[in-house]
T-cell receptor
Framework: NAGVTQTPKFRVLKTGQSMTLLCAQD?????MYWYRQDPGMGLRLIHY???????AKGEVPDGYNVSRLKKQNFLLGLESAAPSQTSVYFC??????????FGPGTRLTVT | GEDVEQSLFLSVREGDSSVINCTYT??????LYWYKQEPGAGLQLLTY?????DMKQDQRLTVLLNKKDKHLSLRIADTQTGDSAIYFC????????????FGTGTRLKVLA
């Protein structure tokens, strides 16, 4: 099993550009999450999904959109990137009452 | 709201024990987790403890939970240079099974 994978691993965007981050898991997990990690701030939840076709806002959802069209995939979109969105983005998945499994992260720089 | 706090840095000598501390505010937490993050990698689950337990031991790792003080600790015995990483504690409450609150992480540096 590959576990949780994320693409791309690195990306540099100019302000105003858009992009989509892809998360895929092969563990048949119901729940999927997107976090961002910034120095000294730990992990902050952006959006999450409790099942195919459903999404919900987390702690810091502004400027991001998500979609969960297939159970195994969770997409995070930035419609108009801003320098404040420079961060490392982590995807995670889990069964409803169990620990989360994390992907390797995507390092995004917005100039 | 819920909050999880950790000290930012810890430095120990190789072979010594490391103790990483965490305090949380949600008294309804059901599970508390410790994750390890190595440079350039995602978070990896190390261990977890259910809220009705006081202690859990797993090889070199000992987790202590003081529910009264809402204090969680992770002790690493015989710390090795390969243990250098950032350690996150996280809690999962009962208000929603999706809701995990992560601490800011403690960067452990092991000196040879």
């Amino acid at each position: 099993n590959a576990g949780v994978t994320q693409t791309p691993k690195f990306r540099v965007l100019k302000t105003g550009q858009s992009m989509t981050l892809l998360c895929a898991q092969d563990m048949n997990h119901e729940y999927m999450y997107w976090y961002r990690q910034d120095p000294g701030m730990g992990l902050r939840l952006i959006h999450y999904s409790v099942g195919e076709g459903t999404t919900a806002k987390g702690e810091v959802p502004d400027g991001y959109n998500v979609s969960r069209l297939k159970k195994q995939n969770f997409l995070l979109g930035l419609e108009s990137a801003a320098p404040s969105q420079t961060s490392v983005y982590f995807c995670a998945s889990s069964y409803p009452t169990a620990e989360q499994y994390f992907g390797p992260g995507t390092r995004l720089t917005v100039t | 709201g819920e909050d999880v706090e950790q000290s930012l840095f810890l430095s120990v000598r190789e072979g010594d024990s490391s103790v990483i501390n965490c305090t949380y505010t949600d008294s309804s937490s059901t599970y508390l987790y410790w994750y390890k993050q190595e440079p350039g990698a995602g978070l990896q689950l190390l261990t977890y403890i259910f809220s009705n337990m006081d202690m859990k031991q797993d090889q070199r790792l000992t987790v202590l939970l003081n529910k009264k003080d809402k204090h969680l600790s992770l002790r690493i015995a015989d710390t090795q240079t390969g243990d250098s990483a950032i350690y996150f504690c996280a809690e999962r409450g009962t208000s929603g099974t999706y809701k995990y609150i992560f601490g800011t992480g403690t960067r452990l540096k092991v000196l040879a």
